[in-house]
């Protein structure tokens, strides 16, 4: 094939010259797509944590997890997995214990978020804290926080009558058993096996509420 500008072109050439060209449009494509998705989109937010307002500018992606560790500083609530397996991120919102790194911040403006600075302060435990203390509930305590942040909501859901996969009666008031204790805290992973001892703190501390 020859072009009126003297250049003499192959059909195999052709074809190359056109596949060159279509791929390059297509990684100029991708390599577009991939900026977009990388751009990092920010939003001010306002979250209520431990009774204080806090203002943030954060990319809209950031977990709630990430933004109470890496911006508001309150590192008490611990980074296992951060996929909701082994809850070591537990706070506690509008009452209930959530896995912060299953949640946007932004989706938590609003609510009242509890972690565990906010729980009680070195001078002044709560009691939950005292009792972990007292029978020894944990070892590394890496598990810690998110433990004593379920064991204190634990205790709400019970006292609220909310049934868990081991209550036999769904329309009775859950019983303050060990087994009830053992089923709701299941989602909580102590590596270091503190269990029994975490169950006789929340048994204490659920005495001393009934
Ligand atoms: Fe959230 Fe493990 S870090 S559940
Ligand atoms: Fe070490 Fe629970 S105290 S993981």
């Known amino acids: 094939m020859e072009y009126t500008n003297g250049v003499k072109l192959s059909r195999h050439d052709l074809l190359n010259e056109t ?3 279509t791929a390059k449009t297509t990684n100029q494509g991708i390599q577009a797509s991939a900026e977009q998705a990388n751009a990092v989109v920010t939003s001010r937010m306002t979250l209520k944590v431990n009774g204080q307002i806090k203002e943030l500018d954060l990319d ?21 997995c951060d996929h909701g397996q082994c809850g070591a991120c537990t706070v506690i919102v509008n009452g209930r214990r959530i896995n912060s790194c299953l949640t946007l911040a932004i989706l938590q403006e609003g609510a009242e978020i509890t972690t565990i600075e906010g729980l009680g ?9 005292a009792a972990f203390i007292k029978h020894d509930g944990y070892q590394c305590g890496y ?9 204190v909501s634990v205790l709400a859901e019970i006292r609220d009558g909310i049934p868990s996969h081991v209550s036999r009666d769904l329309t009775a008031k859950p019983l303050l058993s060990a087994e009830e204790i053992r089923e709701r805290m299941s989602g909580n992973i102590c590596r270091c096996g503190a269990y029994p001892n ?9 005495g001393s509420q009934t």
């Open 19 to 21: 596949n060159a060209s």
């Open 121 to 129: 302060t070195p001078g002044s435990l709560h009691p939950m804290q």
């Open 143 to 151: 598990c810690t926080s998110g433990q004593i942040c379920s064991a």
């Open 60 to 80: 809209l992606r950031t977990t709630l997890l990430d933004a109470l560790r890496d911006h508001l500083h309150l590192t008490g609530t611990k980074k296992g």
């Open 198 to 206: 975490i169950i006789d703190a929340m048994a204490e501390v659920a």
